[in-house]
């Protein structure tokens, strides 16, 4: 952490509600924030008795501190390059891409190569009619020069025949489509190898970070190859893919962490890293040790299961959702529990994380409507961290916000859904991090 915590001594009582089961007894040393202890009261959180937090942005220090928590990084959508000499196709790629990617298309080679230089593209989509430059060794020049030698190419051609396919594969492209293609197909394959490139950046990262990353991800993907069976995951192999993580949280090394899965085009992935993250930083910050840092790492990063299944095109929709297609985006809180719920040796409390993050103090929430005292500690932490990370991430539907400004659309709207008093100990904590 930035700043190492006055320690203090507090007796922890029986965790109530959580049912977070509590093996130690006795004294425990707890860290408090020293803002918190200018201040008379207390917060009481998963059974610590915490000093009550300042009135969030009120001190020029603090506004100074949080400047240093901006990730504007990625807020706008990634560039995708057009290249082809076909202006009626370079359309309906362009169509088929603005929902998601910011697009730009270019005639002819020459052009494209010049644009990129400005302004480097995130995957670039190359047909074989391109010119004046040959479209393979248009590529072979791409994969030459170290700015664009790791972006992404997909080769489009109207033909299917293997002397094609090789060539093109041959000269650098990362796939191939051949026309006619469905629109999801595109899609999907860009946001395939956007991926990959990303992934394999992971392996230039430090040992602790790149393990965080890829075990997290690894975990991510067996769920969603298994989640419409419903085959069980084990939870040791959760909490397995999730001790790099604690870990880099516990040393303060989880930042590179999160900066590193921004450019990740599976969003669901990317947010779902950043909640467990940010739940683990919270447990840390209170105290928790052993499983009950396992349980909230896991449950972060099992929160939002239900979205794998709902389509690409409905899960990252530019435009205003439909009822059905709302009712749809509600619905992955059922699949969740549906899910959840056959993984017989997950803790209650991570189904809990699933089932509850969207629900709010005023009953306003979903899927249930529960309310007050009817949300315990764990499910108002969830919720605050949850609806942070959904306003600080980017999607292809809106930039990402900064920290500061994230937390003051959820402590000036939010006062009757979130917690408050958990809030501003969530402020502090972002701010003794220097997240």
Request: a neutral charge; one cysteine or more.
């Amino acid at each position: 952490m930035a700043r190492e915590p006055r320690r203090t001594e507090v007796r922890r009582p029986a965790l109530e509600g959580a049912g977070m089961t509590d093996r130690r007894s006795g004294i425990l040393a707890v860290g408090i924030s020293t803002w918190s202890t200018i201040c008379k009261g207390h917060i009481l959180i998963m059974g610590r008795s915490w000093g009550s937090p300042t009135r969030p942005g009120r001190c020029i220090h603090q506004r100074k501190a949080m400047a240093q928590i901006d990730h504007k990084t990625n807020s706008r959508r990634e560039l995708v390059t057009v290249v082809d000499a076909s202006e009626s196709h370079r359309r309906q790629v362009e169509h088929a891409l603005m929902s998601f990617y910011r697009i730009a298309t270019y005639g002819n080679t020459g052009e494209a190569m010049a644009a990129m230089h400005k302004s480097p593209p995130c995957a670039i989509v190359v047909d074989k009619g391109a010119g004046p430059l040959d479209a393979f060794e248009f590529i072979k020049t791409l994969r030459r020069n170290p700015v664009f030698s790791d972006v992404p190419v997909v080769f489009i051609s109207a033909t299917d025949d293997l002397v094609t396919r090789e060539a093109a594969m041959g000269s650098g492209a990362n796939s191939f489509l051949a026309k006619p293609y469905r629109r999801s197909m595109l899609i999907r394959a860009i946001s395939h190898e956007i991926n990959k490139a990303v992934e394999h950046r992971w392996e230039r990262l430090p040992t602790l970070q790149r393990n965080a990353l890829v075990g997290t991800m690894d975990i991510f993907n067996s769920v969603s190859d298994v989640i419409e069976s419903g085959e069980p995951i084990a939870y040791s192999k959760v909490t397995d893919a999730c001790g790099p993580l604690i870990e880099a949280v516990g040393a303060g090394q989880f930042k590179m962490i999160l900066s590193e899965v921004r450019g990740h085009d599976n969003f669901s992935y990317a947010h779902s890293l950043g909640v467990a993250t940010l739940l683990l930083l919270f447990g840390f910050t209170i105290g928790l040790k052993g499983e009950e840092l396992s349980l909230l790492g896991s449950g972060g990063l099992l929160h939002d299961v239900g979205k794998m299944s709902i389509p690409y095109e409905v899960l990252n929709k530019v435009g205003a959702l439909s009822n059905d297609e709302m009712d749809l985006m509600k619905g992955h809180v059922t699949v969740t529990n549906a899910y959840l719920g056959k993984c017989s040796d997950l803790p209650n409390n991570i189904r809990m994380i699933g089932s509850q993050h969207h629900e709010r103090l005023d009953g306003s929430g979903y899927p249930k409507g529960l309310k007050g005292e009817e949300l315990n500690e764990l499910a108002r932490m969830s919720a605050i961290v949850d609806v942070f990370c959904a306003l600080s991430d980017r999607r292809p539907y809106k930039s990402a916000l900064d920290s500061e400004h994230a937390l003051n659309i959820m402590i000036e709207t939010m006062t009757s859904k979130l917690d408050q008093q958990l809030l501003s100990l969530f402020r502090e904590m972002l701010l003794d991090s220097g997240r």
